[in-house]
């Protein structure tokens, strides 16, 4: 057995809505060649595995492949981390160095862009139209669909189809937000899914900043059950 906890990541300040995640904190728990069943198994968009809190190594796994790197799992592990041993200055999924950082209930991680999953970015030309949608434009195994809420307020309406992952429609996309984000240049929130919230604002040196709230609905002991 080893504890599961179950985290949605990108919530309202209600604790609204946000894209389920599970974490377990013990990763070594579970043998690197079980780890993309137990991802499919528990059919979260991502599962993440800590392999050493001290240097907050982690895996992160969809259903279908394992990410080098996405959004609110970095986030949502990094919320995890400072409730259990405290807050980390970087996390290290195999992409690259994520700086940390915690603003009150929002918490931070800075990637770069080009570390994302191959987004194909299509901007709509209304909230109405990205609510519309009833899949990928065009059968995009990655799609990131979106639209200006309020282009001046930096308000964004988004939809996020990843077929090639596993998951025909994502609730909250850390990743792809962090680089329209770069795309754009400037800061923004979004709006995804049911009503999902992600904040993105662009760094120097090519770094972007995506975060949110997190909040942890159960812990749970999952069993390990042994490769036959």
């Known amino acids: 057995m080893s504890e599961l906890h179950v985290l949605r990541v990108f919530t309202t300040a209600s604790g609204e809505h946000g894209?389920?995640?599970?974490?377990?904190?013990r990763g070594a728990d579970v043998p690197e060649a079980?780890?993309?069943?137990?991802?499919?198994?528990?059919?979260?968009?991502e599962t993440v595995f800590i392999d050493d809190h001290e240097r907050a190594e982690m895996r992160i796994h969809a259903p279908a492949v394992e990410m080098p790197f996405a959004g609110h799992p970095t986030v949502g592990a990094a919320w995890l981390l400072r409730?259990?041993?405290g807050e980390v200055a970087v996390l290290r999924p195999p992409a690259g160095e994520l700086r940390v950082g915690y603003e009150g209930d929002i918490v931070w991680v800075a990637a770069r862009p080009e570390w994302s999953p191959p987004f194909e970015y299509v901007e709509l030309g209304s909230a109405d139209e990205v609510d519309s949608l009833d899949g990928a434009p065009g059968g995009e195994g990655?799609?990131?669909c979106w639209a200006w809420e309020d282009e001046e307020a930096?308000?964004?309406?988004?939809?996020?189809?990843?077929?090639?992952?596993?998951?025909?429609?994502?609730?909250a996309t850390g990743s792809a937000a962090l680089a329209?984000?770069?795309?754009?240049?400037?800061?923004?929130?979004i709006r995804q899914g049911r009503g999902s919230e992600i904040f993105a604002r662009p760094l120097d040196e090519g770094f972007v900043q995506v975060g949110g709230r997190v909040v942890l609905d159960e812990a749970r002991d999952y069993p390990i059950v042994e490769s036959r």
């Open 19 to 25: 894209n389920e995640l599970g974490v377990f904190m």
């Open 34 to 45: 079980r780890r993309q069943e137990v991802a499919a198994d528990l059919g979260f968009a």
């Open 83 to 85: 409730e259990k041993v």
């Open 142 to 144: 990655w799609a990131y």
């Open 154 to 171: 930096g308000r964004v309406r988004a939809r996020s189809f990843v077929a090639d992952a596993g998951i025909a429609e994502d609730e």
């Open 180 to 189: 329209l984000c770069g795309q754009l240049g400037r800061p923004i929130q």
